[in-house]
């Protein structure tokens, strides 16, 4: 069983800027066994401001193993009815720490630690519907 | 306008059903439709095991819709770098792993911070971003 992932980033801001395209197979912290655990693919639907859980890692049914090689794949997919709106987003965090905004459109890839206290978080701009996929892959513990 | 792409595909066979997605976003400017980013910063770096160190060395304006990717190339998959971000641990990429993220650097203390673990890892990196607080002389 395989879980990969590849990125492609292409750019004219700088001529000279030949791209990213890179793939990653996700294994096991320090050795080459593929990852063996995921959340599923999962859609969520956000009405209002607030930050709410959008993983909360104390209540995985399979207990995450902490500080490993988790990973989660999120992307702000607009209000789920085609509409993609590119100036509005959905600020990500963990635990209380603010990472970035996803914007109509944005995806991230980001590794996790798992810990109980770092749950992963979602806090839009506006009460306007906004509708997040996710699936996060880890070991389990 | 400058334009800049960031394209993913995720395939896995966990689960019964096949997993896989594939997606696309062009980067613009924080709350614009029609202005993309314009500026990067794009190096590799070998990091010694050790300290932490911040991995951005200049300061990106707060708030904005920087993006960052970060690999580590060490081709021992035993190596690793951990990621910070203003004393938050958030992860640890493994020789081969990478990421992507918005990088909000909402303070002074919220750059990017890695630490190598192993031995000496192989990072590459870049910020795409609209503005950056250089240091001076």
Redesign the interface.
């Known amino acids: ?14 001529p000279g ?1 030949g791209g ?1 395209s ?1 793939s ?4 096991q ?4 066994t593929d ?4 959340t ?2 999962s859609l969520r639907k956000l009405s209002a401001t607030g930050a709410v859980d959008l993983v909360t890692m104390a209540n995985e049914l399979v207990e995450p193993k902490d ?5 989660i ?1 999120i ?1 702000n997919i607009g209000d789920g009815r085609g509409n993609i ?4 987003g959905v ?2 965090g ?10 109509g ?9 798992c ?1 109980d206290a ?1 749950d992963v978080t979602a806090n839009p701009d506006t009460d306007n519907t906004v509708v997040l ?1 996710y ?1 996060m ?1 880890y070991e389990e513990a | 306008m400058a334009t800049t792409t960031a394209a993913v595909t995720l395939s896995s066979d966990l689960m019964s059903a096949n997993i896989s997605v594939s997606a696309s976003s062009t980067l613009m400017k924080a709350g614009t439709t029609a202005d993309g980013l314009d500026q990067i910063e794009y190096a590799v770096l070998e990091i010694a095991t050790g300290d932490e160190y911040d991995l951005i060395a200049n300061t990106p304006t707060a708030t904005k819709a920087s993006k960052l990717y970060v690999k580590n190339h060490s081709i021992d998959e035993t190596y690793f770098v951990a990621v910070t971000q203003n004393s938050q641990a958030i992860g640890k990429l493994y020789g081969g792993d990478w990421m992507f993220i918005p990088a909000d650097f909402h303070d002074a203390a919220a750059d990017i911070a890695i630490t190598s673990n192993g031995g000496t890892n192989k990072i590459e990196y870049a910020l795409i971003h609209e503005g950056t607080t250089l240091l001076a002389t």
């Open positions: 069983m395989a879980t990969t992932c590849n990125i492609t980033i292409a750019s004219d801001i700088a800027f990213i890179e990653m197979t996700l294994t912290a320090g050795n080459l990852i063996d655990s995921t599923g693919f500080s490993v090689s988790a990973k794949y992307r709106d590119k100036s509005v600020t990500i963990v635990n209380a720490e603010t990472i970035g905004k996803l914007y459109g944005d995806w991230m890839m980001m590794p996790l630690t810990i770092d996929e699936i892959f």
